[in-house]
């Protein structure tokens, strides 16, 4: 990496860099492959050795859920690879502004999270032109 950071614009370059990002290639507008590239660095086996660790971890914190998730969902080798690069992300910002780690900042509050469940709900019902009479959701005033 050199004597410094500053070498990288953003965080996503600093993940392109290590190769947590997807190298999509394609062909005929059809994507081939979308590994991610190989680096003889240690600092990405570094990150992904982390990454591994939180993933193990009997404690909750941020980072071992937002693992959990993603193995949930993709496999613990992907889940290792993601989590891995948002590590790399937050070392990158930890780095250019100075700020200590919050873990506090990667937690979504819950009424953040249900308010946005709340509007895609809407929004697919929207999309299939459901209203709440067709649910049964509104009574008749009328009726015991």
Do not use: C
């Amino acid at each position: 990496m050199g004597e410094s950071i500053t070498k990288f614009h953003s965080a996503k370059a600093f993940a392109k860099w290590l190769g947590f990002t997807p190298n999509n290639k394609a062909s005929g507008g059809k994507v081939l492959s979308k590994k991610t590239l190989k680096n003889k660095s240690t600092l990405p086996n570094t990150f992904r050795m982390v990454a591994n660790s939180l993933g193990n971890m009997k404690k909750s914190n941020p980072m071992t859920a937002f693992f959990q998730k993603i193995a949930y969902k993709a496999g613990r080798i992907k889940a290792i690879t993601a989590t891995a690069r948002k590590l790399a992300v937050v070392v990158y910002k930890m780095l250019t502004t100075g700020e200590a780690y919050e873990p506090t900042k990667l937690v979504r509050d819950v009424t953040q999270v249900k308010q946005q469940q709340i509007r895609q709900i809407k929004k697919k019902l929207a999309k299939f032109e459901i209203t709440g009479q067709d649910l049964g959701l509104l009574t008749t005033l009328g009726t015991a």
